[in-house]
C-alpha cells in the first residue's frame, strides 16, 4: 500500500507536519521548500559568534538569542534564519517566533539570491523587525537594513570590517566584525 502524507497549506499545519521531521525545510507561499542541511565550517562558525556576540549583550533573561532550529512566522509563511533575536518568551512549547527584532543569515552560493531577494522581502514586512543583517562566509562584509525613527527601512549598508552598531529595543547592541571574523577569513 502507498501511503503518502498530505503537504501542509497553512503555516501552522507546516509547523505541525514539520515537527520532528528530519532534514531542513520552510513554508514559503503555500511551498515546503527544502532547504541545505550542511553548512560549511565558515559558515557554522560566523553564526555562532554572532549569537555569542549578541546573547552576551542582551542577556537571557530579556531576550532569546537563538540559531536556525527555531523558525520565525512571516506574512508568507515559516522561515529558519540563522540567528534570530526575539524578547524573551515562556512559552516554551512554541514552534515559531512571531514578533523578531533581529534576523541574521550567513550567505551561501546556494542561498545568497534568496537572502537578498524573496526571504530580505518576507523579513522585512514583519512589523517588529528592527535589524535584517547578512553575513558573507568569503570576506570580511556585512549588509544591514535598519528600521529608523520612522520606523522606514534603510539599507542595506555595507559594512568592512569595523563594528556595527544596531539598536534593539533602544538598547546599544555591537556586532565587532573583526572579531567575528578573526581566523576564519585572511585576515
Do not use: C
Not at 507561499?29 to 560566523?46: A, C, D
Not at 540559531?67 to 540563522?82: L, N, Q, Y
Not at 527584532?101 to 522581502?121: H, I, N, W, Y
Amino acid at each position: 500500500m502507498n501511503i503518502q502524507s498530505r503537504h501542509p497549506t497553512t503555516a501552522d499545519e507546516f509547523l505541525r507536519w514539520n515537527e520532528g521531521r528530519e532534514g531542513k525545510r520552510e513554508f514559503v507561499r503555500g511551498r515546503v521548500v527544502e532547504m541545505m542541511i550542511n553548512v560549511t565550517r565558515r559558515h557554522w562558525q560566523l553564526a555562532s559568534r554572532l549569537m555569542v556576540q549578541l546573547a552576551s549583550q542582551l542577556g537571557v533573561d530579556q531576550y532569546d538569542v537563538g540559531a536556525a532550529e527555531f523558525g520565525v512566522r512571516t506574512g508568507e509563511g515559516v522561515r529558519f534564519p540563522d540567528i534570530m533575536v526575539e524578547a524573551f518568551s515562556k512559552d516554551g512549547k512554541a514552534l515559531a517566533a512571531n514578533s523578531p527584532l533581529l534576523l541574521a543569515e550567513v550567505l551561501s552560493p546556494s542561498t545568497m539570491a534568496d537572502d537578498f531577494g524573496p526571504k530580505a522581502r518576507d523579513y522585512l514586512a514583519l512589523d517588529t523587525l528592527q535589524h535584517y543583517l547578512t553575513l558573507s562566509q568569503d570576506e570580511v562584509r556585512a549588509w544591514l537594513w535598519s528600521r529608523d525613527d520612522r520606523r522606514q527601512w534603510t539599507g542595506p549598508e555595507i559594512v568592512e570590517g569595523g563594528r556595527i552598531t544596531l539598536r534593539i529595543d533602544g538598547k546599544p547592541v555591537f556586532v565587532d566584525l573583526d572579531a567575528l571574523y578573526r581566523g576564519v577569513v585572511g585576515n
